[in-house]
């Protein structure tokens, strides 16, 4: 063979396995997935949670989405974005699940299925032609798993498109017996969960998306029901009985899980006062380890705002101010799944709380967020004007303080060394049966988990930590690094008018200081060169 015969056929041999390696690398790909994530907390790859959801489907789960194209801002990229991520998950989930896309358009067929299955329209407002016109427009999914079915109506929130996702298939997988029950407490002063408003109401249903929610009024005869997983005690006002306290003893010796949020002072601002409370769960919490102090705290450069009623003339409006009552905390213990993915947290009208230095054997104290080191914290606070809390106090201690604590493990009755109270007798029954038999006194419990917070407005202020709550106190922590992934921006760190002085002044100086010294070095090196110069002839 001469050379230009082999030179060609080298080159079509070449070609060949170029083509050939092309083919076999679609056919791979076809059936895997990956994808170069660098971002912080890898926030465009799917957790390994939803890995393992998706690979352990065990029939195949059908999703039907309907997404309008060639959308506008800010919805242009949504469709593409859903399609992406949904094959993903197709590509984890071992052939077991099938996706339709499709563009109803004015299809009358297609939009008779997606209302069907619940699924409604958005409007956008679309400018053409210098003329303004409202468009409908579907982003919305149906997931089909048996005779189960999901429904995601909007999927317009990006940055939580994952966990929408991925909490609609956990709640397909989840058979209706095992939902686990979440109770609350209420008659003692605490918001109304039954009729939640503002906040509340969104963060309620949600939980009821995946928990059995029950309203408990304690003090009655019976325990709390064998049923209930975990318990939220939510601001209580008002003293609980000896026999409240004992029914929540008892569940948490059982093994039931808790979060117990105080609140020692209330604002009252018609006349600018702060109103102290008391729930008499204090002396219950520092038997096991945490003692909840009668102090309040106040941060005057880490805070949240809040708006205050003021008049001009004959016309009342509300002005927004950075409170100092509101701390926020970003000193959070990161290697915690509850507070590991959330930027800070406010603490709204917050008492600090301390774990004890010796704790039962067994129990382990952790503390979950602290306010900053210019935080501080006075025992009795008279006013909440802001205009007065702007100067450091006399009595006032400084920061920085835990404001939110967990145990996890074993304690110890509240009740060891006392008998059982008797039943309060205007307090219901705790369950239906007329003459509930009393239970033994247990005095050494099982594991469980206990959150305790210094703040009652704190629940409202922090919906996707709540979330992630009552998913850890009932041992379901699948989903919760999944929400904690919203591709928000990192807030920055307030800064106190010295150091915003010094930046000031640096960004000032910098440059033409900078410049004086290159040029002072050029010149020098000049005259060295000429020196040298000099020298050598």
């Keep these: 063979m001469t050379?230009?015969?082999?030179?060609?056929?080298?080159?079509?041999?070449?070609?060949?396995?170029?083509?050939?390696?092309?083919?076999?690398?679609?056919?791979?790909?076809?059936?895997?997935?990956?994808?170069?994530?660098?971002?912080?907390?890898?926030?465009?790859?799917?957790?390994?949670?939803?890995?393992?959801?998706?690979?352990?489907?065990?029939?195949?789960?059908?999703?039907?989405?309907?997404?309008?194209?060639?959308?506008?801002?800010?919805?242009?990229?949504?469709?593409?974005?859903?399609?992406?991520?949904?094959?993903?998950?197709?590509?984890?989930?071992?052939?077991?699940?099938?996706i339709t896309v499709v563009d109803p358009g004015t299809d009358p067929v297609l939009l008779a299925e997606a209302q069907k299955y619940g699924l409604t329209p958005l409007e956008q407002k679309v400018t053409e032609s210098n003329r303004a016109e409202l468009r409908r427009i579907w982003l919305?999914?149906?997931?089909?798993?048996?005779?189960?079915?999901?429904?995601?109506?909007?999927?317009?929130?990006?940055?939580?498109?994952?966990?929408?996702?991925?909490?609609?298939?956990?709640?397909?997988?989840?058979?209706?017996?095992?939902?686990?029950?979440?109770?609350?407490?209420?008659?003692?002063?605490?918001?109304?969960?039954?009729?939640?408003?503002?906040?509340?109401?969104?963060?309620?249903?949600?939980?009821?998306?995946?928990?059995?929610?029950?309203?408990?009024?304690?003090?009655?005869?019976?325990?709390?029901?064998?049923?209930?997983?975990?318990?939220?005690?939510?601001?209580?006002?008002?003293?609980?009985?000896?026999?409240?306290l004992y029914q929540i003893d008892?569940?948490?010796?059982?093994?039931?899980?808790?979060?117990?949020?105080?609140?020692?002072?209330?604002?009252?601002?018609?006349?600018?006062?702060a109103t102290r409370t008391s729930s008499g769960i204090e002396p219950l919490l520092g038997h096991y380890g945490v003692q909840a102090n009668r102090d309040i705290v106040l941060d005057r450069v880490e805070n949240g705002v809040m708006g205050f009623p003021t008049r001009v003339g004959t016309k009342q409006s509300v002005r927004e101010v950075n409170y100092a009552l509101i701390p926020k905390a970003t000193d959070l213990s990161r290697r915690n799944v509850l507070v590991s993915g959330l930027d800070g947290m406010l603490f709204p009208f917050t008492s600090s709380v301390q774990i004890a230095d010796a704790l039962n054997p067994g129990l382990e104290g952790e503390v979950l967020a602290r306010t900053s080191a210019s935080s501080g914290a006075v025992q009795d606070l008279k006013t909440i004007d802001p205009t007065q809390l702007s100067v450091v106090l006399s009595s006032e201690k400084r920061g920085p303080f835990p404001v939110l604590v967990a145990?996890?493990?074993?304690?110890?009755?509240?009740?060891?060394?006392?008998?059982?109270?008797?039943?309060?007798?205007?307090?219901?029954?705790?369950?239906?049966?007329?003459?509930?038999?009393?239970?033994?006194l247990v005095i050494e419990g099982a594991p469980t988990r206990l959150v305790v917070g210094g703040s009652?407005?704190?629940?409202?202020?922090?919906?996707?930590?709540?979330?992630?709550?009552?998913?850890?106190?009932?041992?379901?922590?699948?989903?919760?690094?999944?929400?904690?992934?919203?591709?928000?921006?990192?807030?920055?760190?307030?800064?106190?008018?010295?150091?915003?002085?010094?930046?000031?002044?640096?960004?000032?100086?910098?440059g033409p200081l900078a410049l004086l010294a290159f040029g002072a070095g050029r010149q020098v090196w000049f005259r060295r060169r000429a020196r040298r110069s000099g020298a050598a002839s």
């Excluded at 109770?183 to 995946?210: F, H």
């Excluded at 493990?409 to 009393?438: C, I, K, V």
């Design 407 to 440: 145990l996890k493990g074993p304690l110890r009755s509240f009740f060891e060394t006392r008998p059982a109270p008797p039943p309060d007798p205007d307090a219901p029954l705790m369950t239906d049966n007329e003459a509930p038999e009393e239970q033994p």
């Design 140 to 244: 919305g999914a149906v997931l089909l798993y048996g005779d189960k079915q999901e429904v995601l109506p909007a999927l317009t929130d990006l940055s939580s498109l994952e966990y929408e996702l991925a909490s609609a298939i956990h709640r397909l997988k989840q058979k209706p017996k095992d939902a686990p029950v979440l109770a609350w407490t209420m008659g003692n002063g605490e918001p109304d969960l039954v009729k939640p408003e503002g906040p509340l109401r969104g963060m309620m249903e949600q939980l009821a998306r995946k928990f059995v929610l029950q309203p408990l009024v304690l003090g009655g005869a019976g325990s709390i029901p064998e049923e209930v997983d975990a318990l939220l005690v939510i601001g209580p006002q008002k003293p609980f009985s000896d026999r409240a």
């Design 456 to 510: 009652a407005d704190f629940v409202a202020n922090n919906l996707a930590f709540m979330l992630n709550l009552c998913d850890w106190l009932v041992q379901d922590e699948s989903l919760i690094g999944i929400r904690s992934k919203t591709a928000t921006l990192p807030t920055l760190a307030s800064t106190t008018p010295a150091e915003q002085a010094g930046w000031k002044a640096f960004n000032l100086l910098a």
């Design 3 to 98: 050379p230009r015969l082999n030179l060609l056929a080298n080159t079509w041999l070449q070609l060949g396995l170029v083509m050939l390696i092309v083919v076999l690398a679609n056919l791979w790909s076809s059936g895997h997935f990956a994808r170069l994530d660098v971002t912080q907390d890898r926030l465009h790859s799917l957790d390994e949670s939803s890995k393992r959801l998706v690979a352990s489907l065990d029939r195949p789960i059908v999703v039907k989405a309907w997404l309008s194209k060639g959308l506008s801002a800010p919805y242009n990229n949504h469709a593409q974005i859903i399609r992406d991520k949904l094959d993903e998950l197709e590509a984890y989930s071992g052939g077991r699940m099938q």
């Design 250 to 273: 008892q569940f948490l010796m059982r093994g039931g899980a808790a979060a117990i949020f105080v609140t020692h002072t209330r604002p009252d601002l018609r006349n600018m006062r």
